[in-house]
C-alpha cells in the first residue's frame, strides 16, 4: 500500500496478515510485520494474536516467543495475557 502513494493503518495492515495467515504465507507475514515497524504503525492486540497463530501454526516456536518478547518491551499497551501465553505453553508441549 505504501509503495502506492496510500499510508496503511494497523487495521489495512491487520487485514492484510489475516488473508496471508490464511494462506498460510508465513514468510510474507514476517515481511508485512517488519514493514509495519519501519513505516512506525504501531501494531495492536490484533495484530499480535495473529502473529502468534501464525508462527504457532508454522512450527515456528522461535518466532512467537519473540512476539511475546516484542509485546513486553515495546510499550505498546498490549501485553501477553494468559491466553496467550498458554497458547504458546501448549504448543511447546507438543
Known amino acids: 500500500m505504501a509503495r502506492h502513494g496510500v499510508a496503511p ?4 495492515c491487520n487485514r492484510v496478515l ?3 495467515h490464511d494462506a498460510a504465507r508465513w514468510d510474507d507475514i514476517c515481511a508485512v ?12 492486540i490484533v495484530t499480535y494474536n495473529t502473529l502468534l497463530d ?6 515456528r516456536e522461535d518466532k512467537a516467543a519473540m512476539v511475546l518478547k ?5 510499550g505498546t499497551g ?3 495475557n494468559d491466553i496467550q501465553c ?9
Open 9 to 12: 493503518d494497523v487495521k489495512d
Open 18 to 20: 489475516r488473508v496471508l
Open 33 to 44: 510485520h517488519a514493514e509495519m515497524l519501519q513505516l512506525g504503525i504501531e501494531p495492536s
Open 54 to 59: 501464525s508462527f504457532l501454526k508454522e512450527g
Open 70 to 74: 516484542e509485546m513486553e518491551t515495546r
Open 78 to 80: 498490549c501485553l501477553p
Open 86 to 94: 498458554g497458547d504458546f505453553l501448549a504448543n511447546q508441549e507438543r
